[in-house]
């Protein structure tokens, strides 16, 4: 029986429940963030409905593959071993932490946290509470640059870069911990084949995801996380909320050092109704948690889904919505693509074609800031760059959205700050993927398009600015001005 995005995440948070138990999230293949075909790739030999002789056979003749990743591994933990000794979590002050992602954009920012603004530094000067944030490694090769980049932010607030690899011993323990967990998945595997296809087939498909550099990065996030918990210093403990696995995992260690600690959650970016795992764990969640919203639409939103935690609304640092714009007279056309390859490649593909049937009109095309582009994206955009009415955006958002007259969006916040502009937003998205949509609260905000024709078709219509008025007032809903005091006012000590 195949299996459709919300039942496979159901099944999956049902197996965890009653036949592994949440340790295994650790693999985030047991936990599906937002179901997008970057992130649902992983799934795709249950969700073509593949026999399970087949998954076992795939598994059976990846193992030597499976090994060489596992040496390869070792060899480069002892090759980055230098890293460490630029990591001392001792040498940092614990009571407040925060966990965030160390993009190029944001260790580059040296105002503020590209995901909690100046939070932190609130916290640290009018709060009078120490805080040390925390950045994951984005980067094989630039450790020593990147921690010169984080002595450059602000110094009343500590700033720490884990690592990339883990250490030699701690390697071996990995290879033995999820060589054990995996087998786990093959017995009770097994164990359904005959009682429960659809778990069995789940099970077998996720033992290769063990050792996949994802599962390598929760564990290793867990290790160095645990080294700021385990003295049982961290007071409250802070981050982004998007339904990874890491999350709910990093919170019950957290706990289990210290069932004391406040926990706050940041949902510092859209929600969708393909966000499978913010709900599957907002339903571990209790009183001790506290969710702090980007506005009152997705308090409310999230609130639906499970009373059981505390939620603020925080606001957001993409609350800009208090100047009046003009519609653009120029016919400029503009896509944001979300920062995966697979995003980008389908916007190229597609401005490639609308670009010699729209020719009358400019293609803009806005990367995202922490894309890694490879080099079919790059040939992609080499191809692009000898059409006239084609060009990259050197741009600052304000100014593309200012004199775009249409954006083509999927999945990016982007879709959301049009609203308070004049640009006409249309969903571009096969009809599988509508639960990616940003603006999915309220269909007369926003067009929908499925492939390059019906682009064509809604871009020779002629719109009137109904939409635009009736998105200014529901902007406010969803990200408002960021405030504060309503964490200030909070005992963080």
């Given at each position: 029986m195949k299996l459709n995005f919300k039942e496979l995440s159901e099944n999956l948070e049902n197996i965890l429940i009653e036949n592994l138990g949440t340790e295994f999230l650790?693999?985030?293949?047991?936990?599906?963030?937002?179901?997008?075909?970057?992130?649902?790739?992983?799934?795709?030999?249950?969700?073509?409905?593949?026999?399970?002789?087949?998954?076992?056979?795939?598994?059976?003749?990846?193992?030597?593959w499976y090994a060489l990743k596992l040496a390869i591994g070792l060899t480069l933990s002892?090759?980055?071993?230098?890293?460490?000794?630029?990591?001392?979590?001792?040498?940092?002050?614990?009571?407040?932490?925060?966990?965030?992602?160390?993009?190029?954009?944001?260790?580059?920012?040296?105002?503020?946290?590209?995901?909690?603004?100046?939070?932190?530094?609130?916290?640290?000067?009018?709060g009078k509470v120490p805080s040390t944030v925390v950045y994951t490694n984005q980067s094989n090769f630039r450790y020593k640059k990147d921690i010169k980049l984080l002595q450059q932010k602000n110094q009343s607030t500590s700033h720490v870069l884990l690592p990339k690899f883990l250490k030699f011993k701690e390697n071996?323990?990995?290879?033995?911990?999820?060589?054990?967990?995996?087998?786990?998945?093959?017995?009770?595997?097994?164990?359904?084949?005959?009682?429960?296809?659809?778990?069995?087939?789940?099970?077998?498909?996720?033992?290769?995801?063990?050792?996949?550099?994802?599962?390598?990065?929760?564990?290793?996030?867990?290790?160095?996380?645990?080294?700021?918990?385990?003295?049982?210093?961290?007071?409250?403990?802070?981050?982004?909320?998007?339904?990874?696995?890491?999350?709910?995992?990093?919170?019950?260690?957290?706990l289990k050092y210290n069932n004391d600690t406040k926990i706050y959650l940041y949902q510092h970016s859209p929600i969708v109704p393909y966000h499978f795992g913010i709900r599957n764990h907002l339903n571990h969640l209790d009183s001790k948690a506290c969710v702090l919203t980007t506005g009152a639409f997705y308090q409310e939103y999230l609130q639906s889904i499970s009373s059981k935690c505390n939620f603020i609304?925080?606001?957001?640092?993409?609350a800009i919505y208090t100047k009046s714009y003009a519609a653009p007279k120029s016919e400029l056309i503009l896509y944001v693509p979300e920062g995966t390859l697979r995003a980008t490649f389908v916007i190229l593909k597609l401005i490639h074609k609308l670009s010699m049937s729209l020719n009358d009109h400019t293609h803009v095309l806005r990367l995202h800031p922490d894309l890694k582009t490879n080099s079919l994206v790059k040939i992609a955009l080499?191809?692009?760059?000898?059409?006239?009415?084609?060009?990259?955006?050197?741009?600052?958002?304000?100014?593309?959205l200012e004199s775009s007259k249409f954006l083509l969006y999927r999945s990016s916040a982007v879709g959301i700050e049009a609203l308070n502009y004049k640009t006409k937003p249309i969903f571009y998205a096969k009809p599988i993927l509508k639960g990616l949509n940003v603006l999915f609260m309220d269909n007369s905000l926003h067009y929908q398009a499925v492939d390059a024709e019906d682009v064509i078709s809604l871009i020779k219509l002629d719109?009137?600015?109904?939409?635009?008025?009736?998105?200014?007032?529901?902007?406010?809903?969803?990200?408002?001005?960021?405030?504060?005091?309503?964490?200030?006012?909070?005992?963080?000590?």
């Open positions: 650790i693999n985030p293949f047991f936990r599906i963030s937002k179901a997008t075909p970057e992130q649902m790739h992983p799934y795709f030999m249950v969700m073509r409905n593949l026999p399970r002789p087949v998954i076992l056979l795939t598994i059976l003749i990846q193992i030597p002892i090759s980055f071993n230098h890293q460490y000794r630029g990591f001392n979590c001792n040498s940092h002050q614990r009571k407040n932490l925060f966990l965030s992602h160390g993009t190029p954009s944001n260790l580059t920012d040296q105002k503020k946290d590209r995901f909690f603004d100046v939070l932190p530094e609130k916290i640290s000067i009018h071996l323990d990995f290879i033995s911990n999820v060589s054990l967990l995996a087998y786990r998945c093959l017995y009770v595997g097994i164990l359904l084949y005959v009682r429960d296809s659809t778990r069995s087939k789940i099970l077998l498909a996720s033992i290769s995801s063990f050792f996949t550099r994802k599962t390598y990065a929760n564990y290793l996030l867990r290790e160095r996380m645990r080294e700021f918990f385990q003295n049982k210093l961290t007071v409250t403990f802070f981050l982004t909320f998007e339904g990874h696995s890491y999350e709910q995992m990093l919170i019950d260690e957290a609304v925080l606001g957001s640092n993409k080499g191809v692009l760059k000898n059409h006239s009415n084609f060009r990259l955006s050197k741009s600052d958002l304000s100014s593309d719109f009137s600015d109904t939409l635009f008025n009736k998105g200014k007032e529901k902007l406010q809903e969803l990200i408002t001005n960021l405030n504060y005091e309503r964490i200030l006012k909070f005992n963080l000590e």
